[in-house]
């Protein structure tokens, strides 16, 4: 069940959060990784995210360590697949059934590869070019919609990362570098998107 975090409004809940590890000046610790990388699949558990799409330096090796155990939490784990793959856009890694948590583990450089990947799947079944709509790309690519895109270290720049899906994203930026995260940090970043008036690509008409 979701629970309020400090500092969050108790509004709407983004369904899926992309958290790109930027502003490292220095290599980080494995325990530091390890400790990060809990906290924010622990929070986003509690708070009732359903999706958690996490790109940083490592892949989320220690998260893959914890396959079963998180598994057995049902958290499952997910990763996005080199260049070469064709099908799915995400593998299991540990399956499980009616999973509370989804959480996926992305490389650096992934976005592109991802949607040149759906487009090849695509074209391997046979679709015919009047055929493709964004729906069908959308299922190809076999992830939902990013609702909050958070960027740590400052760092303003728009990953490579689910780039179909972070279109219509509220984009948080946080000053702190990876892994300097914590529970309160991942509750700022929800509950400015919960501030946020969201549009989804549209404009807000003048009055």
Request: charged share 30%; no cysteine; hydrophobic share 45%.
């Given at each position: 069940m979701a629970r309020t975090l400090s500092g969050t409004r108790?509004?709407?809940?983004?369904?899926?959060?992309?958290?790109?590890a930027g502003g490292t000046e220095r290599a980080a610790s494995a325990d530091q990784v390890e400790h990060a990388l809990g906290v924010l699949v622990e929070t986003a558990q509690r708070l009732g995210i359903g999706w958690l799409t996490i790109q940083e330096p490592s892949g989320g090796s220690a998260?893959?360590?914890?396959?079963?155990e998180l598994a057995s939490?049902?958290?499952?784990l997910a990763f996005v697949p080199g260049a070469n793959?064709?099908?799915?856009?995400?593998?299991?890694?540990?399956?499980?059934?009616?999973?509370?948590?989804?959480?996926?583990?992305?490389?650096?450089?992934?976005?592109?590869?991802?949607?040149?990947?759906?487009?090849?799947?695509l074209?391997?079944?046979?679709?015919?070019?009047?055929?493709v709509t964004e729906a069908v790309i959308a299922e190809a690519l076999g992830l939902p919609d990013v609702d909050l895109l958070v960027l740590t270290g400052g760092?303003?720049?728009?990953?490579?990362?689910?780039?179909?899906?972070?279109?219509?994203?509220?984009?948080?930026?946080?000053?702190?570098?990876?892994?300097?995260?914590?529970?309160?940090?991942?509750?700022?970043a929800v509950a400015e998107y919960q501030r946020r008036d969201r549009r989804y690509g549209g404009l807000v008409a003048s009055r």
């Open positions: 108790g509004g709407p809940v983004p369904a899926h959060v992309a958290w790109v998260l893959k360590r914890r396959a079963r939490r049902r958290i499952a793959h064709r099908g799915p856009a995400a593998r299991d890694l540990a399956l499980v059934e009616s999973p509370i948590l989804r959480v996926l583990l992305a490389e650096g450089r992934t976005g592109r590869r991802e949607l040149v990947a759906a487009v090849q799947a074209a391997d079944r046979g679709v015919p070019p009047k055929d760092d303003r720049r728009v990953p490579d990362l689910l780039v179909w899906q972070v279109a219509y994203s509220e984009i948080v930026v946080l000053d702190e570098p990876w892994p300097e995260v914590s529970a309160e940090l991942v509750g700022a």
